[in-house]
């Protein structure tokens, strides 16, 4: 019977999800028009808004086949494999193992001033995701950016996102920085978060990356709305983007006469007069004894007497032909057989190559280092925010699983607007799931369902404590309802012995073993002549 209601009791919870389901609706955001720009993929296909990259393999030449594209990966607009929000879409990589390269120019260009800059956009592994990267890039303006050219090797000032191959699990934040010395730019990547980034590669659900820059050259990086990692564009990327001042001569030699060896063999040690180098690791064992019954002029191993040639054997080609060897009867219940050697053990006198015992050298001058001179690459760059400007969006991306989804990328300079357009979609997205999410009790039923044997143990866990409920509050006699026989009000004042206990003690005192228990007179206060168990009269003769 419990396992009945709780079944019925889940059947309710399972209804109630299907049709809280039905009820769920997919509200495209609204269009944000402060934003330098917002894609949400409910609008319509990509041509007009994105472009696919025509770039051809480095060191080739355009030709007319297909055979001559880099990127030629396939893109698509669809909803996710498992929709929480019906019509709800992303931007697919729908090819394993090719290389896919799509952007979208900016709706107006990017400057790093005195602006933040906030970057966010939702990814979702479908199908896990085994080695491959879903970063998106953030393309510098200039008048060389030709979108359908775009390549790794397309200038970019801001990377970032996740990226994974084998158990190297990665949260990119890279941005180019420009040497004010040389005029040329060099990567900055950021440490990597002291988070685990497993399960975002691997649950198969849609998370939140966002990376904000502020003008005082911090950052923050979060995933879902968490910080997973913070710091500095001056203190925390490597290589730093302050050189050092000081710098090693490339021109200073180590000296011939630098001795940096820290220890070195005793040159007065000598190897002692009774040092064996010759003596074995082991010897045979000098204490064994041949067991007895060990057959040492029985081989193990006789030649098949029921053997017979082939007929086709040629001995001038296969040559002379000989029984095949199989194990020897005599040896089936001996000890052993064949000639006995006794086992090995080590050798109490092997000692090894004599080598003489290290010591501190005398003469260690430490690691040698070149001198340091005036870094004359040193420059310093208080505001490394103020990068080169934004002009688009990329995606150039290799994965090894299909199947990643794209959805709602920002970039603009708001904090209060990318909080807004994450209440639009990431919030939106979120209060699904948990709505869609089953329960403790529809968790159970799905459990049992796969598993029958659970439900014994559910009705144990439910019937159980029931049963002792009913064990420990049963209604004691001795404090019932006082109009009934059974009450009794436990008092401090003496109560009268029971008439049978008086009985019982006063027989005990009274009469020895053997003779007969009367039963006690109450008016006399006295033994009865007659006795608990009164022999039968006997009957009379007719």
Excluded at 40 to 69: H, I, K, M, N, Y
Excluded at 99 to 106: D, M, R, T, W
Excluded at 155 to 169: A, N
Excluded at 435 to 457: D, E, K, N, T
Aim: charged share 25%; hydrophobic share 35%; with cysteine.
């Amino acid at each position: 019977m419990p396992g009945l209601i709780l079944a019925l009791f889940l059947l309710v919870c399972v209804s109630a999800a299907s049709q809280e389901k039905s009820q769920i609706v997919y509200r495209p955001p609204e269009v944000l028009e402060d934003a330098h720009f917002a894609e949400s993929f409910d609008s319509g296909p990509l041509e007009g808004r994105w472009v696919l990259s025509q770039a051809t393999r480095e060191g080739e030449e355009e030709e007319e086949d297909d055979t001559a594209v880099k990127y030629d990966g396939i893109w698509a607009v669809e909803e996710p494999v498992e929709q929480v929000l019906p019509g709800n879409r992303g931007l697919v990589l729908k090819s394993a193992g090719r290389h896919h390269a799509i952007s979208a120019p900016l709706l107006r260009a990017f400057h790093f001033l005195d602006q933040p800059l906030i970057v966010q956009y939702e990814v979702q592994f479908q199908q896990g995701m085994d080695c491959g990267g879903a970063y998106i890039k953030l393309l510098s303006q200039s008048e060389q950016l030709n979108l359908t050219r775009f390549s790794d090797t397309t200038p970019y000032s801001i990377m970032f996102g996740p990226d994974k191959c084998g158990e190297d699990h990665k949260l990119h934040f890279i941005f180019r920085h420009r040497n004010p010395l040389t005029g040329r730019y060099e990567e900055r990547h950021a440490r990597r978060p002291d988070w685990d980034l497993r399960e975002y590669f691997t649950d198969r659900r849609a998370h939140l990356y966002t990376l904000r820059l502020y003008p005082d050259n911090s950052f923050e990086i979060l995933i879902d709305q968490s910080v997973v990692s913070k710091g500095s564009l001056l203190e925390d990327m490597t290589p730093p983007v302050t050189p050092p001042r000081e710098a090693p001569d490339p021109s200073d030699t180590k000296p011939t006469d630098w001795d940096d060896q820290q220890r070195i063999p005793d040159p007065s040690a000598i190897k002692p007069a009774d040092w064996d180098e010759e003596a074995p690791r082991q010897i045979p064992d000098p204490a064994a004894q041949k067991p007895p019954g060990w057959l040492e002029q029985e081989p193990d191993f006789i030649p098949d007497t029921l053997a017979q040639r082939p007929q086709d054997w040629d001995e001038q080609i296969d040559g002379e032909w000989e029984a095949p060897l199989v194990p020897n009867p005599a040896c089936k219940d001996a000890i052993g057989c064949g000639p006995w050697t006794p086992p090995m053990i080590s050798n109490p006198a092997y000692k090894g190559k004599w080598k003489p015992p290290m010591i501190d050298n005398p003469n260690y001058q430490g690691q040698w280092q070149p001198r340091l001179i005036p870094n004359p690459g040193y420059f310093e760059d208080p505001h490394p925010f103020r990068m080169a400007p934004l002009g688009a969006v990329g995606l150039e991306l290799w994965a090894q699983t299909a199947g990643v989804l794209f959805d709602n990328l920002l970039v603009c300079a708001d904090v209060r607007l990318a909080r807004r357009w994450t209440r639009l979609t990431w919030e939106q997205r979120l209060s699904a799931e948990r709505a869609l999410a089953p329960g403790v009790l529809v968790r159970l039923l799905s459990a049992a369902i796969q598993r029958p044997w659970l439900w014994g143990l559910y009705v144990f866990t439910v019937g159980l404590p029931i049963i002792l409920f009913i064990s420990f509050m049963w209604p004691d006699k001795r404090f019932g309802p006082p109009d009934q026989e059974y009450y009794y009000k436990k008092s401090d004042e003496p109560q009268p012995d029971d008439p049978l206990d008086s009985l019982g003690s006063h027989r005990s005192r009274t009469q020895g073993a053997g003779e007969p228990v009367g039963l006690w007179d109450e008016t006399s206060g006295m033994p009865s002549k007659t006795t608990s168990d009164p022999k039968p009269e006997p009957r009379s003769r007719k």
